[in-house]
């Protein structure tokens, strides 16, 4: 295991906040983030309150600060041994596991103030959708489905963003949380990829373990038909207008672009799908959504 590397963590709160924020990937929140909006601008029918706004966008990021921080913990043995994970800060010794365990609890604090501020059911909700979120993590050590747990975990995201604001939940949230369910659940077979020999060795679950890194391709493929579909059948369910079928159209090719970066031979491109197409689906899907409440109906 590297040793601890003080001038790279730094001595201020700052800096080792900023280690934090790094070690979780924080800027990533947008992947979760547009999806609640989502969720929350379809149940308001256009803009809801500023508290609403305010303590969704609170409730997301903490809520995804818990899941990325618990991971971060619960893993931290399989990271140092996992080349590709053994420099993240906590494995690699510049994070104390204290400090994460701090920034989980604070996480988890906040996340349950913020449903509080927002309804009783959000509230109620918020245990089981943080039992999800952390549970996910233990997962591959006993089953391949560990990808559609993980799914399951970011598809919280438009139904709380609609829960959040009607205080109850009905089938419309539920089918976009399918599709968000499907796109990330898909795209973690891809990722997984990355893994597949040290999976192997360690004896952890996955699809590509379980099957080769060409199955998983198409498993994430077949994901991704669900993703597409699913989000095309809300247009019509919510009368919503043109724009969407705009924004359908862009998110579904960038989805084939995402496919032809990878392939079994060649994962070298992974991170780019990752880091950036993901990233551009997901605003995407939610402005012209956003959009299409106010033009075309």
Same mark, same amino acid.
């Given at each position: ?121 959000? =509230?109620?909700?918020?245990?089981? &959708?943080?039992?999800? +979120?952390? *549970? $996910?993590?233990?997962?591959?050590? %006993?089953?391949? !489905? ?120 060649? =994962?070298?491109?992974?991170?780019? &799908?990752?880091?950036? +197409?993901? *990233? $551009?689906?997901?605003?995407?899907? %939610?402005?012209? !959504? ?8």
């Amino acid at each position: 295991m590297a040793t601890s590397h003080p001038q790279e963590a730094g001595f201020s709160p700052l800096s080792k906040l900023r280690l934090l924020l790094d070690s979780i990937r924080f800027e990533h929140t947008i992947f979760a983030l547009p999806f609640a909006y989502l969720g929350m601008a379809l149940a308001a029918d256009g803009l809801p309150t500023l508290w609403q706004f305010v303590w969704i966008t609170v409730a997301m990021a903490s809520a995804r600060t818990l899941a990325m921080s618990a991971n971060r913990i619960i893993d931290r043995h399989l990271d140092a041994q996992n080349p590709r994970t053994a420099s993240r800060p906590l494995p690699s010794g510049r994070l104390k596991l204290w400090e994460m365990r701090a920034m989980a609890l604070v996480s988890l604090a906040v996340f349950l103030l913020a449903a509080g501020m927002l309804n009783t059911l959000a =509230l109620i909700l918020a245990p089981v &959708a943080a039992i999800v +979120v952390v *549970g $996910y993590s233990y997962t591959k050590r %006993f089953t391949w !489905t560990s990808h559609f747990i993980l799914g399951w975990a970011d598809g919280i995201a438009p139904a709380g963003g609609w829960i959040a604001v009607t205080g109850s939940l009905s089938w419309e949230p539920v089918l976009m949380a399918f599709a968000v369910a499907a796109w990330i659940g898909g795209f973690d077979m891809l990722y997984a990829c990355q893994d597949y020999d040290f999976d192997r060795q360690s004896g952890l679950h996955s699809i590509p373990q379980k099957w080769g890194i060409a199955a998983a391709l198409w498993w994430a493929k077949a994901m991704h038909v669900l993703t597409a579909v699913s989000l095309l059948a809300i247009g019509p369910w919510m009368g919503l207008g043109f724009p969407f079928y705009i924004g359908w159209a862009i998110a579904a090719g960038l989805l084939v672009y995402e496919h032809r970066l990878v392939s079994p031979n060649d =994962l070298s491109r992974l991170n780019l &799908a990752f880091f950036s +197409v993901n *990233g $551009y689906i997901a605003v995407i899907v %939610f402005v012209f !959504t956003f959009a299409s409440i106010y033009v075309g109906r």
